[in-house]
């Protein structure tokens, strides 16, 4: 059975950091393309950084320079540290895995986590 469990999240004041984990478990992690997801109040749930199984690194441009993905392939775990945050950036997060990965896009994404919540305060 797979399983994704996120944990780390929070509430923090703008410029601050948090670093998000996923625990993976039911599947052969290393083969795996893996997301963070997040999804704002009253909008769409959209791609914030990918990294596929070569570790090659994807994120959406509002987050670029901020926030870096992580995956250690021996713990199956993932991770995403989020530096300076800004209010922008209050949204569930949610960890994902891919048989692919397609830069930030959420299509080939079949397994989702339950997510963990983050407040930025201004």
């Known amino acids: 059975q797979v399983q994704l469990q996120e944990s780390g999240g929070g509430s923090v004041q703008t410029g601050g950091s948090l670093r998000l984990s996923c625990a993976a478990s039911?599947?052969?992690?290393?083969?795996?393309?893996m997301g963070w997801f997040r999804q704002a109040p009253g909008k769409e749930r959209e791609g914030v950084a990918t990294?596929?199984?070569?570790?090659?690194?994807t994120y959406t441009d509002p987050v670029k320079g901020r926030f870096t993905i992580s995956r250690d392939n021996a713990k199956n775990t993932l991770s995403l540290q989020m530096n300076s945050l800004k209010p922008d950036d209050t949204a569930m997060y949610y960890c994902?895995?891919?048989?692919?990965?397609?830069?930030?896009?959420?299509?080939?994404?079949?397994?989702w986590g339950q997510g963990t919540q983050v407040t930025v305060s201004s």
């Open positions: 994902a895995a891919a048989a692919y990965c397609d830069g930030v896009l959420e299509r080939p994404f079949s397994y």
């Open positions: 039911g599947f052969t992690y290393s083969f795996y393309c």
């Open positions: 990294i596929t199984t070569g570790f090659y690194r």
